[in-house]
């Protein structure tokens, strides 16, 4: 510890191996309750680095049996970039916590927070040639690192609000293969509950309300990536896909392949939500035909009213339709997590319970609320056991979502789920003279199942998560927990410079004509 900084005016603040230096008047933002988005990401880059290093190594064997020659720097070894790092802590747990790092760069326009990485890299005895603070727009910087030998393999982008504005430098400036860590807090925006123009305008999708919004805004904001990744042929792999609490956060990995990016089209789906029994559809844009041809899907999938309920329909998206998780992935940084000790990983028990969920889930976009399909029907709920068995015993496939608590994914078409809930229905009757004359549950009760459900409990009905009892979803940290307010204190930040040096300075950086 140098004798150059004054502890008695900061509060230290320990999380995973690196301990901070956190100014008592708040003018580096800090939030405790994000201490599960940080403990993913490093278990998230441990995951992704052992592949990709292992990948590399290997196209360096291949080049060495042909006569080139490689550094072996460049394959044993990887860099990062935080793009906002404010008081530093999660590029110095990356230094600590994740192995084989080349550097890391910890960017941010705020001075005061430059000024704080370097104290708490200090601090944390760690080089300043492993954590390099550095002050700059974080776009400015990401696009002056567009050149191949200059990318990062690791960019991670935690904003205030919207993460859109930065997306576009950060699909350029990431490695062939390399990882972006994303995240989102602007879930307002992002699940409709608020200003749906704002999410249009933002990430180019129109969001809708209904229990699946959480997962939806998973989707928007991975189409709003691939479609920014699309204009540089590179294709993006969602790894993990995480609803937590106030905010979405993703692990991707960009590819560079102009074949795989044709098929985004085919990836890219519109939604239609009924507005009385919120029966939903996908419409995906396009098809991939057996000669390699793409044509336009033909549509509407559904008609102007519901079939159900004879409703109308808002429309959604579009979204990403395609997975969200790489199964694989998952189940490599699940074992991970098992054999991590839990003084690093703080909120381990919850690292555990989401991974296992997501691992469970099935590869179908969005997911109904068994409490939502009976206040439809006025009808009391079946239990999650009893609504799964129905359909596992009719033949379909089931699992929740880690997006929402009491959620049932499922590939079973909205037909076959109405008469899974008439049936039980019939088993428990509503009484009709309570239920007005235009509700969607007389239109839905006035037509008999074509078959009648099997609530027999079957064996998989119940997911091993829930078996073992996992903490599987969020539960209330700490008293007014949420999203913290933006940092206090004066704000110090490079002045713009718009002269036109400073333009033929940015055109040469970006390989633009003068």
Same mark, same amino acid.
């Given at each position: 510890m140098s004798s150059n900084i004054d502890i008695e005016k900061f509060s230290i603040i320990t999380e995973g191996k690196a301990s901070i230096l956190f100014p008592k008047d708040n003018a580096v933002f800090y939030n405790k309750v994000q201490q599960f988005n940080r403990d993913m990401s490093v278990a998230a880059i441990r995951t992704w680095s052992e592949i990709f290093l292992e990948e590399r190594e290997k196209k360096a064997r291949k080049k060495q049996e042909t006569g080139t020659s490689i550094a072996q720097s460049k394959t044993s070894s990887f860099t990062i970039l935080e793009a906002l790092a404010a008081s530093g802590l999660r590029s110095i747990r990356y230094a600590k916590e994740v192995p084989n790092i080349d550097y890391i760069v910890a960017n941010d326009l705020d001075a005061d927070a430059v000024s704080s990485i370097n104290q708490n890299v200090e601090y944390n005895g760690l080089s300043k040639a492993l954590v390099r603070a550095n002050q700059d727009d974080a776009c400015s910087f990401m696009y002056r690192h567009l050149a191949y030998h200059n990318r990062f393999d690791v960019i991670d982008i935690d904003p205030y609000g919207t993460a859109a504005p930065f997306l576009d430098a950060a699909v350029q *400036? %990431?490695?062939? #293969? #390399?990882?972006?860590?994303? &995240?989102? &807090?602007?879930?307002? %925006? /992002? &699940? #409709? *509950?608020t200003y749906p123009e704002k999410c249009y305008a933002n990430y180019g999708s129109m969001p809708i309300k209904g229990e699946f919004? $959480?997962?939806?805004? /998973?989707?928007? /904001?991975? $189409? &709003?990536?691939s479609t920014c990744a699309a204009r540089y042929q590179r294709q993006i792999i969602p790894l993990v896909s995480c609803s937590i609490d106030f905010y979405i956060r993703i692990f991707v990995r960009v590819v560079i392949s102009a074949a795989e990016v044709k098929k985004n089209c085919c990836k890219t789906s519109h939604v239609y939500v009924c507005t009385g029994c919120k029966s939903f559809y996908l419409q995906p844009l396009a098809k991939l035909k057996e000669n390699n041809s793409f044509v336009p899907m033909v549509g509407p999938v559904v008609n102007s009213n519901c079939e159900h309920c004879g409703n109308k329909f808002h429309v959604g998206g579009p979204i990403w339709n395609s997975s969200i998780h790489d199964k694989e992935f998952v189940q490599k940084m699940l074992t991970h997590v098992k054999e991590s000790n839990t003084d690093v990983y703080g909120t381990h028990s919850r690292m555990l319970g989401m991974l296992t969920v997501i691992s469970e889930e099935i590869e179908v976009p969005l997911f109904h609320s068994i409490s939502v399909l009976s206040s439809k029907l006025n009808c009391t709920n079946p239990s999650l056991k009893q609504f799964c068995s129905a359909l596992l015993n009719k033949g379909y496939k089931v699992s929740a979502s880690h997006a929402m608590a009491g959620s049932v994914k499922t590939d079973a078409p909205m037909n076959v789920i109405w008469d899974v809930m008439r049936s039980w229905e019939k088993l428990h009757p509503v009484k009709m003279k309570n239920i007005t004359e235009n509700s969607p549950a007389r239109k839905l009760l006035a037509v008999e199942p074509s078959f009648i459900a099997d609530f027999k409990i079957h064996k998989d009905a119940e997911p091993p998560s829930r078996k073992i009892k996992l903490v599987r979803y969020q539960q209330n940290p700490e008293k007014n927990w949420g999203p913290k307010p933006r940092a206090s204190g004066k704000r110090k930040t490079k002045e713009v410079d718009n002269s036109e040096q400073h333009a033929k300075k940015l055109a040469t950086d970006l390989n633009l004509p003068l």
């Open positions: *400036s %990431v490695q062939n #293969g #390399g990882l972006l860590c994303i &995240t989102c &807090t602007d879930l307002a %925006v /992002l &699940t #409709g *509950s919004c $959480h997962e939806m805004a /998973l989707r928007i /904001l991975l $189409h &709003t990536l």
